[in-house]
Nanobody, 119 residues
Framework: VQLQASGGGLVQAGGSLRLSCTAS????????MGWFRQAPGREREFVAG????????DYADSVKGRFTISRDNAKTTVYLQMTSLEPGDTAVYYC?????????????WGQGTQVTVSS
């Protein structure tokens, strides 16, 4: 599956952004999808994931209550709504997909999109 992400940008602390990622491929709608991020000087970390049917979601503790992941299988698109953004959320965000789980070592990665939160 191929992934195309968009929606990053510069926002002030406390603001909101929505990331989008569209998957292409014959079985794209059956993939678990999610987001990772990588801040400068840090390792990539799991942010959020959603099951193929959208009924199950998972979040990193650092974003629970602030970020919401959802998907539209008609468009094979996953969204990450980010609210109450903090400078610590500044990172390159990567859309990911896998047939089983995305919390660790997902098989497919999209290009990154930069999110910068100013204080």
């Amino acid at each position: 599956v191929q992934l195309q992400a968009s929606g990053g940008g510069l926002v002030q602390a406390g603001g909101s952004l929505r990331l989008s990622c569209t998957a292409s491929g014959r079985t794209a709608s059956r993939y678990v999808m999610g987001w990772f991020r990588q801040a400068p000087g840090r390792e990539r970390e799991f942010v959020a994931g959603v099951s193929w049917n959208g009924r199950s979601t998972d979040y990193a503790d650092s974003v629970k209550g602030r970020f919401t992941i959802s998907r539209d299988n008609a468009k094979t698109t996953v969204y990450l709504q980010m609210t109450s953004l903090e400078p610590g959320d500044t990172a390159v965000y990567y859309c990911v997909a896998d047939r089983v789980v995305v919390t660790s070592y997902p098989s497919s990665w999209g290009q990154g999109t930069q999110v910068t939160v100013s204080s």
